[in-house]
């Protein structure tokens, strides 16, 4: 079954970039998705498909595979940004969910 | 408006039985399968199974096999999580959520809002 290993936390000023990395033994050559938890909501996806937005989801947030390591980036962070992210992909075997440890984004 | 509808909170003892639902609407009940997914407090996400209402298929993660019962009913366009006995360390947050996407390509969207189900004697 994949590992998909996350950073615990990032920390970014406002406006500043937020890089949040995914790391998998060869995770470029699947698809990856992220999704955004604030605290006391549900997880909702903010990039699917590696490097897709679902309509709603400002521009600022981007994503990117290859290799061993997916990122999602946010662009000019904002204070509504701080929030947990997951990144996901589907395991080659069964075709399930799998989930990084997630990762604490703080805006300072 | 799509939305998937989580039963409440819960607080059982250890050992009782437990049913909570998914009310989906707002799009086609039996052509997406469902995930459950947990969240003990304070952790990450852990994907526990999947039903296609479709035909009633079902999938278990290796975790939880044996520990819980997915099922669906289409006729109210709702899914289900089960336990027959509950331990201490089903204490998290439960979320259903619909799987989009193809084979090896899935991912899930939108989540039910969740429910908390305490376990304490």
């Known amino acids: 079954s994949d590992v998909l290993t996350q950073p615990p936390s990032v920390s970014v000023a406002p406006g500043q970039t937020a890089t949040i990395t995914c790391g998998g033994n060869?995770?470029?050559?699947?698809?990856v998705h992220w999704y955004q938890q604030k605290p006391g909501q549900a997880p909702v996806v903010v990039v699917f498909?590696?490097?897709d937005r679902p309509s709603g989801i400002p521009e600022r947030f981007s994503g990117s595979n290859s290799g061993n390591t997916a990122t999602l980036t946010i662009s000019r962070v904002e204070a509504g940004d701080e929030a947990d992210y997951y990144c996901?992909?589907?395991?080659?075997?069964?075709?399930?969910?799998?989930f990084g440890g997630g990762t604490r984004v703080t805006v300072l | 408006e799509l939305k998937l509808v989580q039963s409440g909170a819960e607080v059982k003892k250890p050992g009782e039985s437990l049913k909570i639902s998914c009310k989906t609407s707002?799009?086609?009940?039996?052509?997406?399968?469902i995930a459950w997914v947990r969240q003990v407090p304070g952790k990450g996400l852990e994907w526990m199974g999947s039903?296609?209402?479709?035909?009633?298929?079902?999938r278990y993660s290796p975790s939880f096999q044996g520990q819980i019962s997915i099922s669906a009913d289409k006729s109210i366009t709702t899914a289900y999580l089960q336990w027959g006995g509950l331990k201490g360390s089903a204490t998290a947050i439960y979320y259903c959520?619909?799987?989009?996407?193809?084979?090896?390509?899935?991912?899930?969207?939108?989540w039910g809002q969740g429910s908390l189900v305490t376990v304490s004697s």
């Open positions: 707002g799009y086609r009940f039996s052509d997406y399968w």
């Open positions: 996901q992909v589907c395991d080659n075997s069964d075709d399930h969910p799998v």
């Open positions: 039903i296609y209402p479709g035909d009633s298929d079902v």
């Open positions: 959520a619909r799987v989009l996407g193809a084979a090896n390509i899935r991912w899930l969207d939108p």
């Open positions: 498909e590696d490097t």
């Open positions: 060869d995770i470029g050559s699947k698809s």
